[in-house]
């Protein structure tokens, strides 16, 4: 079966994932396109997809007879209402993270899939796909024993004027908030934020490096390093320390030089290049679900996890070096 896929959101992101649908992946064809500024999906349409409408909301999109499933990447603050209306039209929807902009948003989307009945959304937290990530994860639940210390980095070359402290929150961490959960299969508990001194090519409304120590249910201390200005590269850190041994990310492969007297290595400087695997297997585990008119991957309740999480990490950089604690509501029967 083909599944006939609704793109809301032409983007850059939105843009790649049709190009992967069209172009890389098998069992799914763009039929819909919609975006606030209808000149870019015009152009997905004579780029990537000729044979796609070009609908003037998404939510006509969404109501169209001949859209089977929906991607929602437009502007996060759109991604509830639209996930929402996926809902209650029975379309199977991969959403890219957040699923929404608010805890309360996201566990609104929870509530209408559990009413609903049947898994249909599936958020975008490529990081599980990642080949690095599933082998640590093999490693981890194995070969090390019970994890207790957790030391992570997730650092950016730079960022523009525009990002600000929280962010380093709502858009960096939010990948890590996640692949943990999975990782160490546990919640978070309290969340804590240390800045050390700022670097010269920061600004007046980023506090950057900052260290956010997140503790588990089971005990897990969670230390990772957020520096979005590190000049370097992209480069992304996470080592387990368990019992019986320490496991660490593998890093991306790269060919390994001697050259002008000394041994040296490229690191990566761009996010997509770094994760471009994981997208194409996120994607293609969706349209095997979809195929079947459900949803797999990381769920609502992942969504409404990372939002809650993510709040009580935004409270403790205004609380500086304070512990916030971090609670949740049981976990729906429909995820578990």
Not at 303 to 324: L, P, R
Request: some cysteine.
């Amino acid at each position: 079966m083909t599944v006939r896929i609704g793109v809301i959101g032409t983007g850059a992101i939105g843009r790649d994932h049709a190009r992967r649908i069209e172009k890389v992946l098998s069992g799914g064809k763009i039929v819909g396109l919609s975006d606030v500024n209808r000149a870019s999906a015009e152009a997905v349409r004579a780029d990537i997809a000729p044979d796609a409408v070009v609908y003037g909301t998404g939510q006509e999109l969404i109501a169209a007879g001949d859209v089977d499933a929906v991607l929602v990447t437009s502007w996060g603050a759109t991604h509830e209402e639209y996930v929402l209306a996926a809902i209650a039209a029975g379309k199977p929807c991969f959403c890219e993270k957040p699923l929404a902009t608010t805890a309360e948003g996201a566990k609104r989307i929870v509530d209408a899939e559990v009413a609903h009945g049947k898994r249909l959304v599936q958020v975008g937290f490529m990081r599980r796909y990642d080949e690095g990530y599933v082998a640590l994860k093999k490693v981890v639940d194995s070969r090390i024993g019970a994890p207790i210390m957790v030391h992570a980095a997730h650092r950016n070359p730079t960022v523009p004027q525009a990002y600000v402290t929280p962010m380093a929150i709502h858009d960096t961490l939010i990948h890590e908030i996640d692949v943990f959960r999975w990782l160490l299969e546990d919640d978070y508990v309290s969340a804590r934020v240390t800045f050390p001194r700022s670097c010269a090519r920061t600004h007046a409304k980023l506090r950057d490096p900052q260290i956010v120590t997140l503790t588990t249910a089971k005990g897990t201390v969670i230390n990772t390093e957020i520096f979005v200005n590190c000049h370097y590269g992209y480069d992304i850190q996470c080592e387990v320390v368990g019992e019986d041994g320490i496991a660490r990310l593998p890093e991306p492969v790269a060919v390994q030089m001697r050259l002008n007297a000394s041994l040296q290595n490229d690191i990566l400087t761009d996010w997509k290049d770094r994760f471009v695997a994981s997208y194409d297997v996120e994607l293609q585990d969706f349209l095997r679900a979809a195929a079947k008119g459900r949803a797999t991957g990381p769920t609502s309740w992942d969504g409404y996890m990372a939002a809650v999480t993510s709040d009580a990490c935004v409270a403790a950089q205004e609380a500086e070096g304070e512990a916030v604690s971090i609670s949740y509501p049981d976990c729906p029967a429909l995820y578990r």
